[in-house]
């Protein structure tokens, strides 16, 4: 039998990438069919059940719409059970209210609720402040089924409304204990017959969630669960390092942004951060970067975060205005990244040339 | 750098001026006037071009000094730089694009590229502001800031290395119009992105639209709750639906049942019904048939009885019986009657025949001409005699009309015979009317050339204007040339200014008061009183320091006039006194000079104008008196044969051709009346022949035409009424033979009809006869219809009554319809039996087992009545979900624009704090390059001061207590314990300030090289011993540097 464990969709969320309006709602939607996807690759591939373990919708931002598309995909595969724990973000009760919800629509309240598929057995809570040390105790026990459970929360050694218990979980029958909260994928030994899994969010959203994104695809067989981590993101994001140092001019450094960018799709979102060395001759304007690289990708980001490499022993003896600015620039306690802006600017503006701020 | 020599082509006031310059000190002893710092301007125009700051005269030196005197604009120099001649030549258009500028090497003697149109700065390198801050000292004091940027990057020496302290301002313009496109700022203190406002804005809707949240939940709480209630309700409702099938199920048997009896009961009530009407026809039922054959005899009795009953003997029977007798065969009679008929139209032919040949009316006519005509008509030849003899007297009538003048030549001649009422004018009077006026056109003609020309009376014109109130003397003239001469005179003396020093003088009373005082003092020490002593000494101190103070001052330079009190009054009185003379004769009395040789040229040509006028004006007035009487005359005879028309100077040969015209006109209508006579007498004879003739046959008429046309008429009609009459005799008698056997036949055929009247027209009998027996005709025809009608009738009545008969002794008693009506009741009744036989059979096959049943639920009625009290509940439910969803559709709503909003804020929120970042970016930047900009700022400074105080301590000789000098080299001097402003010192002391400090910024400036130095008049302010000395300090710097000293007193010459 297939399962697909799934968390953190967070739809409707805002875009941590700084997008212009129109790309935040082109990604917006491109992460609610997302999930549409996951529905007709469900149907496709007979997976039974899809484990939602929390963080569908985002806080407060949930609006009719999405609430609609979702529901719409889940009565469009009616043979695939959807199996949803709410997690801190599924914030907005009333997402769900006064809706027709669909048979296989199945959401697990605040107290265990078990689903059985043949010798498989799907328990679910929805954790909250009341329940948060209690859940331990009445986990269910579900004889002779392979077990799997569903639980939202930051795992740990300490219970809390979103912290996750582990060493109470351990030894409790546990094949499968499938985690949201965290937005990356990875999977642990449980104990020494079960693991727990982190799906990671199905769409990146912020260049802090960078890398593939997807879910995982469970096949239980003989009362074994084995997981399948599936990259399913429509983009990914990408955070690129380019070491600039020794490079002069801005035609040198968007070629060596173009080298670091090699191999990456251009439907993908690309953070470049400039780093290393540079010297007061260097002609850097992020700017101009970042027009030059902006279409290359969906969406890009320059930022500078090269040092200036001064010596102002230099400048000891220059007494011309430029050499009194540099001291006055080097000598004040101002951090390295802030003294390289007063510097390149200062001298740009001297040198009359436009100003790159 | 050495310059050499100018040449001033045209600039400002100055025109074609040449000038050399030494290498050491150049004095150019120039008057007020003559454009001294014109030629400073200049030299710094050679090397710089000209510069604009503004659009005033001040701020705009190509408005400035634009030629005087028009032509080229600019001129030459010739200077020394690093070893080699080179002369700069630049001329100016009206905008800088329109400038001129080249340079030749003039030891090669050839074009140069050594330096291009920046000049200035490539020599100097100092923007021309800063050179003229320098190098050129100007007549009039000016202590503020002399530091522009440009000299202090020239006094850091930096301008070798790098142009960034050049720069210093452009960057700073830079940073700033960055800073401003930032989009922040300044508020309450704090900075603030521009965004701030709709961040608020987005921030307040943000939280009126979180504020709904709250109730948004409730909302969507409610309509759980009354979902659920919705949900028990429609269980409840589903309930009771499903009692009421039950109870309809119920119902359905019983209905059944009821039905099933019913149908039972119907078969047999009709078989009952049967029976009953079998009891009553014991013979059985006729067939529906035969009923109906007899219904139809029945019908044909009663119609053949009434028709029999309606029809009544005809009305003109008895004419049909007594036609049978007179007329036994009416066809015969008939065609007897068309043959008299033809017979009796032929006779009346005839008849009409012979009428018609001699009217009586005829026979009337010619008797009434025999009585007028008793001797016969007149014959055609008379008759035709007389109608010549008329036709010739209205030929005779033709010309007597034609015989007198025409309408237009009886107008005119009237017209004339009025004019000349007092007889035709003569010819003498006529030529002596046109003698006249050709005097009188010769007179005009020469009274319009006693005149002045156009152009010479235009001037007299003008020159009358311009002496309107008198003409001036020769001598007044020469008197006020003589006054301009010494207005001249005078005004140059009062323009030379001569400059002496005074001392202040001491004040004696305070001083006298304070000996005073201090002696009294002095007495009360001595008689032991201390303390009056010390006050009276200290009052003595103060009063003598008062005294005593303005003698300590300097001496004050005072700068007076060379012209004398009187003189300036003279002056004044002079130029009052021309420019009164002036202006009674010209708008304005600029350029008095020229304004008195006009008067004097105005004068002689308005007199000799003058004299002319007033000759021709004599002739002018001889001339239209003579003029005037001609005319007189002329107008007097025109009024006599024109009265009340306007004058018409050529009347004198449309008079003579109208006396001329009235002549002819009376010889015409003499001839014509002569004619008319002689006409008339012809036509009277002619007129009394006619007369004699119609008389004798009776026409006496007057209108002799119409009499002769009327006998003629009467006598055509008598001869033809004379032939006609002969003609009707001979053709009567063969009429008659033919109209005698159609009568004999007509009346015998009448007689045989007893019919013939005598005397009637046989027409009228014919007629009679044939309407008798049309008569007969239609009464014999209505008699026989009758009589077949009663026959036909009467058989039918009998054959009804037969039928009807045996059809009663064959069905029994009874009426026909009774009959009919119970056989087709019999028929419908044994229908009826079939069909409810068949319907309680099909019945019972549908509902095998009907009985009836019995049931312990509430009624249909009561069930339905619960159904809709919770079918209410449920639509009250409805619409209070109804209600709250569209109340949670509405706040969804605007809920659902918080995703939007937050996006919004987070880029509003994030891209002010970019803008804060980089305002405090380029702020930071700014502060930063100020403070550098200051930091070297102190390095100059102190090279200026002690340049400043070696030449003060030389020049004011050590009266300067401390100085200060900021960045922006602007000098404060320590006076009485405080610094105090270059301006606060006397103009003398200011001035001596002021050149210290430009020797010190050149020295400073150019440690090096040797530029020139530019003074105009620097030292008119410094009293003798001060100019003493600024000389001999400009001595000692020319023997370093080429100076040029412009100066305009002798007494300030090196």
């Given at each position: 039998m297939k399962l697909i464990h799934c968390a953190d969709l967070h739809l409707d969320s805002p875009m941590g990438t700084h997008m212009d309006a129109a790309q935040a709602s082109k990604r917006n939607t491109e992460i609610i069919h997302s999930f549409l996807r996951l529905a007709e690759y469900a149907r496709e591939n007979a997976v039974r059940a899809v484990l939602i373990a929390g963080d569908l919708f985002d806080g407060e931002r949930v609006t009719r719409r999405t609430v609609e598309e979702i529901l719409d995909a889940i009565v469009k595969t009616p043979e695939v059970d959807y199996l949803y724990i709410p997690g801190n973000h599924d914030g907005a009760a009333r997402a769900l209210s006064d809706r027709a919800l669909p048979p296989n629509f199945i959401r697990f309240p605040k107290q265990w609720k078990t689903v059985t598929y043949g010798d498989i057995a799907v328990s679910g809570i929805e954790m909250c402040r009341e329940n948060a040390e209690s859940l331990y105790g009445t986990l269910p026990q579900p004889e002779g089924a392979t077990h799997i459970v569903m639980l939202h929360g930051q795992v740990g050694t300490a219970s809390g409304e979103d912290l996750v218990n582990l060493p109470l979980l351990q030894n409790r029958g546990i094949a499968y204990l499938a985690l949201g909260h965290l937005h990356s994928f990875c999977v642990n030994r449980l104990d020494s017959s079960g693991v727990y899994a982190y799906c990671g969010c199905l769409e990146g959203r912020g260049f802090d969630e960078c890398g593939p994104k997807g879910f995982v695809l469970l096949e239980a067989e003989n009362g074994k669960v084995t997981p399948t981590f599936v990259p399913f993101a429509c983009r990914e994001l990408h955070r690129v390092d380019v070491d600039i140092t020794g490079l002069q001019k801005n035609a040198q450094i968007f070629q060596a942004m173009q080298e670091a960018a090699k191999g990456i799709s251009r439907e993908h979102m690309v953070e470049f951060l400039l780093q290393g060395h540079t010297s007061l001759d260097t002609d850097i304007s992020v700017d101009y970067l970042q027009n030059l690289i902006g279409d290359r990708f969906f969406f890009t980001k320059v930022k500078n975060l090269t040092t200036l490499a001064l010596d102002p022993k230099d400048y000891e003896n220059d007494i011309s205005l430029k050499g009194e600015f540099i001291r006055l620039v080097m000598s004040s306690d101002r951090s390295e990244e802030e003294k390289a802006r007063l510097l390149r600017l200062g001298l740009l503006a001297l040198a009359g040339e436009e100003l790159s701020l | 750098m050495i310059l050499k020599r100018c040449h001033i082509e045209n600039f400002g006031t100055l025109s074609g001026f040449d000038c050399e310059f030494t290498p050491g000190l150049t004095v150019?002893?120039?008057?007020?006037?003559?454009?001294?710092?014109?030629?400073?301007?200049?030299?710094?125009?050679?090397?710089?071009?000209?510069?604009?700051?503004?659009?005033?005269?001040?701020?705009?030196?190509?408005?400035?000094?634009?030629?005087?005197?028009?032509?080229?604009?600019?001129?030459?120099?010739?200077?020394?730089?690093?070893?080699?001649?080179?002369?700069?030549?630049?001329?100016?258009?009206?905008?800088?694009?329109?400038?001129?500028?080249?340079?030749?090497?003039?030891?090669?003697?050839?074009?140069?590229?050594?330096?291009?149109?920046?000049?200035?700065?490539?020599?100097?390198?100092?923007?021309?502001?800063?050179?003229?801050?320098?190098?050129?000292?100007?007549?009039?004091?000016?202590?503020?800031?002399?530091?522009?940027?440009?000299?202090?990057?020239?006094?850091?020496?930096?301008?070798?290395?790098?142009?960034?302290?050049?720069?210093?301002?452009?960057?700073?313009?830079?940073?700033?119009?960055?800073?401003?496109?930032?989009?922040?700022?300044?508020?309450?203190?704090?900075?603030?992105?521009?965004?701030?406002?709709?961040?608020?804005?987005?921030?307040?809707?943000?939280?009126?639209?979180?504020?709904?949240?709250?109730?948004?939940?409730?909302?969507?709480?409610?309509?759980?709750?009354?979902?659920?209630?919705?949900?028990?309700?429609?269980?409840?409702?589903?309930?009771?639906?499903?009692?009421?099938?039950?109870?309809?199920?119920?119902?359905?048997?019983?209905?059944?049942?009821?039905?099933?009896?019913?149908?039972?009961?119907?078969?047999?009530?009709?078989?009952?019904?049967?029976?009953?009407?079998?009891?009553?026809?014991?013979?059985?039922?006729?067939?529906?048939?035969?009923?109906?054959?007899?219904?139809?005899?029945?019908?044909?009795?009663?119609?053949?009885?009434?028709?029999?009953?309606?029809?009544?003997?005809?009305?003109?029977?008895?004419?049909?019986?007594?036609?049978?007798?007179?007329?036994?065969?009416?066809?015969?009679?008939?065609?007897?009657?068309?043959?008299?008929?033809?017979?009796?139209?032929?006779?009346?032919?005839?008849?009409?025949?012979?009428?018609?040949?001699?009217?009586?009316?005829?026979?009337?006519?010619?008797?009434?001409?025999?009585?007028?005509?008793?001797?016969?008509?007149?014959?055609?030849?008379?008759?035709?005699?007389?109608?010549?003899?008329?036709?010739?007297?209205?030929d005779l009538q033709i010309q007597m009309d034609a015989a007198v003048l025409s309408a237009d030549d009886r107008l005119e001649l009237d017209t004339l015979e009025t004019r000349f009422s007092r007889g035709l004018p003569t010819e003498a009077d006529l030529t002596a009317c046109e003698q006249n006026r050709e005097a009188l056109r010769a007179l005009r003609q020469k009274a319009e050339s006693c005149r002045l020309p156009q152009e010479e009376e235009a001037s007299y014109e003008a020159l009358r204007r311009t002496f309107a109130s008198g003409v001036p003397s020769e001598e007044d003239i020469q008197a006020q040339r003589q006054s301009c001469r010494r207005?001249?005179?005078?005004?140059?003396?009062?323009?030379?200014?001569?400059?002496?020093?005074?001392?202040?003088?001491?004040?004696?009373?305070?001083?006298?008061?304070?000996?005073?005082?201090?002696?009294?003092?002095?007495?009360?020490?001595?008689?032991?009183?201390?303390?009056?002593?010390?006050?009276?000494?200290?009052?003595?101190?103060?009063?003598?320091?008062?005294?005593?103070?303005?003698?300590?001052?300097?001496?004050?330079?005072?700068?007076?006039?060379?012209?004398?009190?009187?003189?300036?009054?003279?002056?004044?009185?002079?130029?009052?006194?021309?420019?009164?003379?002036?202006?009674?004769?010209?708008?304005?009395?600029?350029?008095?000079?020229?304004?008195?040789?006009?008067?004097?040229?105005?004068?002689?040509?308005?007199?000799?104008?003058?004299?002319?006028?007033?000759?021709?004006?004599?002739?002018?007035?001889?001339?239209?008196?003579?003029?005037?009487?001609?005319?007189?005359?002329?107008?007097?005879?025109?009024?006599?044969?024109?009265?009340?028309?306007?004058?018409?100077?050529?009347?004198?040969?449309?008079?003579?051709?109208?006396?001329?015209?009235?002549?002819?006109?009376?010889?015409?209508?003499?001839?014509?009346?002569?004619?008319?006579?002689?006409?008339?007498?012809?036509?009277?004879?002619?007129?009394?022949?006619?007369?004699?003739?119609?008389?004798?046959?009776?026409?006496?008429?007057?209108?002799?035409?119409?009499?002769?046309?009327?006998?003629?008429?009467?006598?055509?009609?008598?001869?033809?009424?004379?032939?006609?009459?002969?003609?009707?005799?001979?053709?009567?008698?063969?009429?008659?033979?033919?109209?005698?056997?159609?009568?004999?036949?007509?009346?015998?055929?009448?007689?045989?009809?007893?019919?013939?009247?005598?005397?009637?027209?046989?027409?009228?009998?014919?007629?009679?006869?044939?309407?008798?027996l049309d008569s007969f005709r239609q009464a014999d025809t209505a008699l026989r219809q009758y009589e077949d009608a009663v026959a036909k009738d009467r058989q039918t009545v009998e054959a009804a009554q037969k039928n009807l008969q045996r059809f009663a002794s064959a069905w029994g008693p009874g009426t026909l319809s009774q009959l009919e009506a119970d056989t087709r009741a019999r028929l419908q009744l044994e229908q009826a039996l079939v069909e409810h036989t068949q319907d309680l059979e099909t019945f019972l096959n549908q509902n095998p087992h009907t009985e009836c049943p019995a049931s312990d639920l509430p009624d249909q009625d009561t069930l339905n009545r619960q159904e809709a009290q919770l079918r209410a509940q449920s639509d009250e439910t409805g619409k209070t979900l109804s209600s709250l969803r569209e109340k949670r559709n509405r706040l969804q709503h605007q809920v659902d624009r918080i995703p939007a909003l937050q996006d919004q804020m987070a880029a509003l929120e994030e891209s002010g704090k970019d803008a804060l970042e980089k305002y405090s970016l380029l702020t930071g930047t700014m502060d930063l390059l100020e403070t550098a900009r200051e930091n070297l700022a102190t390095g100059y400074v102190g090279t200026v001061k002690t340049k400043f105080l070696t030449y003060a301590d030389t020049l004011l000789q050590g009266q300067l207590d401390g100085i200060l000098l900021d960045k922006e080299l602007t000098l404060h001097v320590d006076a009485q314990g405080e610094p105090r402003e270059v301006?606060?010192?006397?103009?003398?002391?200011?001035?001596?300030?002021?050149?210290?400090?430009?020797?010190?910024?050149?020295?400073?400036?150019?440690?090096?090289?040797?530029p020139c130095l530019i003074l105009d008049d620097p030292f008119v302010n410094l009293d003798d011993d001060h100019t003493k000395k600024a000389l001999e300090i400009l001595k000692e710097i020319s023997k370093g540097r080429q100076v040029i000293y412009l100066v305009c007193n002798s007494s300030r010459t090196v």
């Open positions: - | 150019l002893l120039r008057e007020n006037g003559f454009g001294k710092s014109t030629l400073a301007a200049f030299i710094k125009a050679m090397f710089y071009g000209l510069q604009k700051d503004g659009n005033s005269l001040e701020k705009n030196e190509r408005k400035r000094f634009e030629p005087w005197q028009g032509g080229k604009f600019g001129g030459f120099l010739e200077f020394s730089a690093n070893g080699t001649d080179y002369r700069v030549t630049r001329f100016f258009g009206k905008t800088a694009a329109k400038d001129s500028f080249s340079l030749w090497n003039l030891t090669k003697g050839s074009p140069s590229t050594d330096f291009s149109e920046q000049l200035g700065e490539s020599l100097f390198h100092l923007d021309a502001k800063s050179f003229a801050r320098s190098t050129y000292l100007s007549q009039f004091s000016d202590s503020g800031p002399a530091a522009t940027t440009s000299i202090q990057a020239k006094l850091t020496d930096l301008v070798e290395d790098t142009s960034d302290l050049l720069n210093f301002d452009t960057a700073m313009k830079a940073l700033k119009d960055a800073r401003k496109k930032l989009g922040v700022s300044q508020k309450a203190g704090s900075l603030v992105p521009n965004t701030r406002e709709e961040l608020l804005a987005l921030e307040m809707e943000l939280a009126d639209t979180q504020s709904r949240i709250p109730e948004l939940d409730e909302i969507c709480r409610r309509i759980d709750e009354e979902n659920a209630a919705a949900a028990r309700e429609s269980q409840a409702l589903s309930q009771i639906r499903d009692q009421i099938h039950q109870a309809a199920q119920f119902e359905k048997q019983a209905l059944a049942y009821q039905q099933e009896q019913v149908r039972r009961q119907k078969v047999s009530d009709t078989k009952s019904d049967i029976s009953a009407l079998d009891a009553r026809h014991p013979q059985g039922y006729p067939p529906l048939k035969e009923i109906e054959l007899q219904k139809q005899h029945t019908l044909l009795l009663d119609r053949a009885a009434a028709h029999l009953h309606s029809l009544s003997r005809p009305e003109n029977a008895e004419i049909a019986e007594t036609g049978r007798q007179r007329f036994p065969n009416p066809e015969q009679t008939s065609r007897e009657l068309e043959e008299a008929q033809r017979k009796c139209t032929l006779l009346e032919t005839l008849t009409a025949q012979q009428g018609a040949q001699w009217l009586p009316q005829e026979a009337d006519q010619l008797e009434a001409l025999n009585r007028r005509f008793p001797n016969g008509a007149p014959g055609k030849e008379e008759r035709a005699q007389l109608a010549r003899n008329l036709r010739q007297l209205q207005i001249a005179q005078l005004e140059g003396r009062k323009s030379t200014k001569t400059t002496q020093v005074e001392k202040p003088p001491l004040k004696k009373a305070p001083i006298l008061i304070g000996i005073l005082l201090a002696l009294a003092g002095a007495a009360l020490f001595l008689f032991r009183l201390p303390v009056p002593g010390a006050v009276l000494l200290a009052a003595a101190s103060i009063s003598l320091i008062l005294g005593l103070l303005p003698g300590t001052q300097s001496p004050r330079t005072v700068t007076t006039s060379a012209i004398t009190q009187e003189e300036n009054q003279e002056l004044y009185d002079r130029k009052s006194a021309l420019e009164d003379f002036l202006l009674r004769f010209y708008q304005d009395a600029q350029e008095p000079d020229t304004k008195l040789d006009w008067l004097l040229r105005d004068r002689d040509q308005y007199l000799r104008l003058r004299e002319q006028q007033a000759r021709y004006s004599g002739q002018q007035e001889a001339l239209q008196k003579e003029i005037l009487e001609k005319g007189q005359r002329l107008r007097a005879f025109y009024a006599a044969y024109f009265p009340g028309r306007p004058y018409d100077p050529g009347f004198v040969s449309a008079l003579r051709q109208q006396a001329q015209a009235l002549t002819q006109l009376r010889l015409r209508q003499g001839n014509l009346l002569a004619r008319r006579k002689e006409l008339e007498a012809q036509a009277a004879a002619l007129r009394h022949q006619a007369k004699e003739f119609l008389s004798r046959y009776g026409q006496t008429g007057t209108d002799l035409a119409e009499a002769a046309a009327a006998l003629d008429r009467d006598s055509a009609r008598w001869e033809q009424l004379k032939e006609k009459q002969a003609a009707v005799r001979s053709a009567a008698a063969e009429i008659q033979a033919q109209a005698q056997p159609l009568e004999e036949a007509l009346q015998a055929l009448l007689e045989a009809y007893n019919c013939f009247t005598p005397g009637v027209p046989y027409a009228e009998q014919l007629s009679s006869l044939r309407r008798q301006a606060a010192f006397s103009a003398g002391t200011a001035d001596s300030l002021m050149l210290c400090m430009r020797l010190a910024l050149v020295d400073a400036l150019f440690p090096g090289e040797k």
